[in-house]
């Protein structure tokens, strides 16, 4: 079954400590990655993604993830955390529908919560 | 530049009441998704629809019925509605395969 999962519900690290927000994914084929993430009483936003290329993947607001395909891992990082980034991240891998058309499996979300 | 629209933001509900919640984009995107947001679940995905015309159940569709009614609009219904169903609804779109979802700020629906 394709899977994703975040073992962590929250996170907590100490303003410009470095962050680290894990994912693990379970996939037939090649997977196709991403993080997402939430603020409070909005829809989720889209940080980064892993399609092909490059194992260290750098997106927006200077979050990045490294792709590891032996631990089935893709891990959200940060060199410094800021207080703003305390938010709800989401995992997300791209599923092959027996339709044949495609779907997104979400993971249950981290919490990570940055203090001042 | 509005993206994916929700309405309403927030509803309640009794049981056994039906309503629509309704989903519109203006990024000429071809799939469209509707999630159910609940605590410590992530998000589940409830119908999608990966091109006008055509539609899927995801992993919780029981309850749920889904519109596709053009290139921009997703309807989903609840036609009996029950209190398991009290959640945060999200609809997104995507535009080619491998790009990210755009999603909307949710609807709150309670059922009492």
């Known amino acids: 079954a394709q899977s994703v999962a975040q073992p962590e519900d929250q996170v907590n690290v100490a303003e410009g400590n470095p962050l680290t927000v894990k994912c693990t994914y379970s996939?037939?084929?090649?997977?196709?990655l991403f993080w997402y993430v939430q603020y409070p009483n909005r829809g989720l936003q889209f940080l980064l993604k892993?399609?092909?290329?490059?194992?260290l993947v750098k997106g927006s607001y200077g979050f990045e993830a490294e792709f590891n395909k032996s631990q089935t891992s893709f891990h959200l990082k940060k060199p410094s955390a800021l207080v703003s980034n305390s938010a709800l991240y989401f995992c997300?891998?791209?599923?092959?529908?027996?339709?044949?058309?495609?779907?997104?499996?979400f993971g249950t979300g981290t919490r990570l919560k940055v203090l001042a | 530049n509005a993206g994916v629209t929700q309405t309403p933001k927030f509803q309640v509900l009794k049981t056994g009441q039906s309503m629509t919640l309704q989903c519109a984009q203006d990024?000429?995107?071809?799939?469209m998704y509707w999630y159910r947001q609940d605590p410590g679940m992530g998000l589940r995905l409830i119908y999608y629809?990966?091109?006008?015309?055509?539609?899927d159940k995801g992993e919780v569709p029981n309850g749920y019925n889904v519109s596709r009614l053009n290139k921009r609009e997703f309807s989903l219904r609840l036609e009996s509605a029950a209190p398991s169903q009290t959640s945060v609804y999200f609809c997104?779109?995507?535009?080619?395969?491998?790009?990210?979802?755009?999603f909307g700020d949710g609807t709150r629906l309670s059922i009492l």
């Open positions: 997104a779109s995507s535009d080619r395969l491998n790009q990210p979802q755009h």
């Open positions: 996939v037939s084929g090649n997977p196709y």
């Open positions: 892993y399609i092909t290329g490059d194992n």
């Open positions: 997300a891998v791209r599923a092959d529908s027996t339709s044949g058309t495609y779907k997104y499996i």
């Open positions: 990024m000429n995107h071809n799939s």
């Open positions: 629809s990966a091109s006008e015309g055509t539609t």
